[in-house]
């Protein structure tokens, strides 16, 4: 990556502002992004992500009843006292952590348009500068970390930068898909096209979008002007499909994700993140995994 006093990539937009229907009743009161993974919500694991790739300003795209959210990362001065009292260092230490991560902002979407919306909302406050977007549904294991390389792809070539994972063909329907060139770099492809979720049997590859985006401040531009899309909302999908194809522009590259990835988007999957997160800690995996053995061999 280049030296951190080159460094034009700073900001992370994170659009928090989905109701989580698909998790109710837990979510009637709760904001999807802080239901537990083991014992940390979710949006601490991406808040997380993006202070590890050196992007300390962060500013979330929120919602109605996203108040806990904003109340997790502040401090609680009650909490830390009684639990300083207790000499309950390591407790402490952690309730501490989620606030000093990064510094964050927030500020509302109202009107639910889609995610391309809910990035245009960031406009004022990243201003003419590339940034990060992370989704809050896909969390990206800490030892395979793919931010620093967008990052630095985004740096090399003034274009904006997408996360792309293969995925077996008969799901690539579920995804956002890109028709891909190559480069001189194997974990980097320059991007010719992209389709929101296509039809069965008409994907141009088996590389799907994930949560990740480095994004060059000219996608604002063309957010704006971007009409309504698949599911009548404003998709982040189409705006890149422009970028990619405007001429004079710096194109939009794609960096192929090998590492782990877990997705918290459906019960079943949150279910299986947590178990797998659970399962690679020190603190937790070796009892877990034996326990997971035994019940396994019980099952019919």
Excluded at 42 to 68: C, S, W
Excluded at 93 to 98: F, G, I, L, M
Excluded at 219 to 241: M, S, Y
């Amino acid at each position: 990556m280049s030296d951190e006093s080159q460094r034009t990539v700073r900001k992370a937009v994170i659009p928090v502002a989905g109701l989580g229907t698909r998790f109710l009743p837990a979510t009637k009161a709760t904001p999807k992004e802080m239901l537990p993974v083991v014992d940390k919500p979710a949006i601490q694991y991406v808040v997380e992500e993006a202070a590890d790739a050196g992007l300390q300003d962060v500013l979330m795209i929120t919602g109605r009843n996203k108040r806990p959210l904003e109340d997790h990362f502040d401090r609680v001065d009650g909490l830390e006292a009684a639990l300083a009292k207790k000499g309950d260092t390591e407790k402490l230490a952690a309730v501490r952590h989620a606030s000093e991560l990064a510094d964050i902002h927030y500020v509302r979407q109202g009107d639910p348009k889609g995610l391309g919306h809910a990035v245009l909302k960031g406009r004022q406050h990243v201003g003419q500068e590339p940034f990060a977007v992370l989704l809050g549904d896909d969390l990206i294991d800490e030892r395979s970390p793919i931010l620093p390389k967008m990052i630095d792809v985004a740096e090399k070539t003034g274009g904006s930068v997408v996360a792309l994972m293969e995925v077996p063909p008969e799901a690539i329907h579920l995804y956002g898909c890109a028709a891909v060139a190559a480069t001189d770099d194997d974990e980097v492809v320059k991007i010719t096209g992209l389709v929101e979720k296509p039809e069965q049997g008409q994907a141009p590859s088996n590389l799907a979008i994930i949560g990740r985006y480095v994004l060059a401040p000219e996608i604002f531009d063309v957010l704006e002007t971007t009409k309504p899309g698949r599911g009548n909302e404003i998709q982040l999908t189409d705006a890149l499909q422009t970028l990619a194809e405007q001429d004079g522009g710096n194109g939009v590259y794609g960096v192929i994700f090998k590492g782990a990835r877990y997705d918290t988007g459906d019960k079943l999957d949150y279910l299986k993140a947590v178990v797998q997160i659970a399962s690679a800690r020190e603190d937790l995996g070796a009892d877990l995994n034996s326990w997971l053995k035994e019940y396994v061999a019980t099952l019919p």
